[in-house]
């Protein structure tokens, strides 16, 4: 599914909302999230799941096409938890 397919299914579900004020609602709604997670807040939304962000600590790896051993840097990356409603879903 792309960004377009949902805006189109979403406007489907909102009695006919404009494609554009469905464009503006999801920008914002993916702007607010980061923004929360950055700061080190967690997001959840019921049904869909929990948003926070990750420290992953430094480590040693290998670049797979030369074979060289290689530092990767800590770094902090985002998480998403699915609901418990999300994953009977998928089921």
Do not use: E
Not at 23 to 46: E, F, M, Q, S
């Amino acid at each position: 599914m792309t960004y377009d397919d949902l805006k189109k299914m979403i406007a489907m579900k909102a009695d006919g909302r404009s494609l554009t004020a469905i464009d503006d609602v999801l920008k914002a709604a993916v702007d607010v999230i980061a923004n929360r997670i950055a700061t080190g807040d967690k997001v959840t939304i019921p049904g869909l799941g929990r948003f926070s962000r990750l420290q992953r600590a430094a480590r040693k790896g290998t670049n797979p096409q030369t074979r060289q051993a290689m530092n990767i840097p800590a770094m902090t990356v985002p998480k998403f938890a699915p609901s418990k409603n999300l994953k009977d879903a998928v089921r």
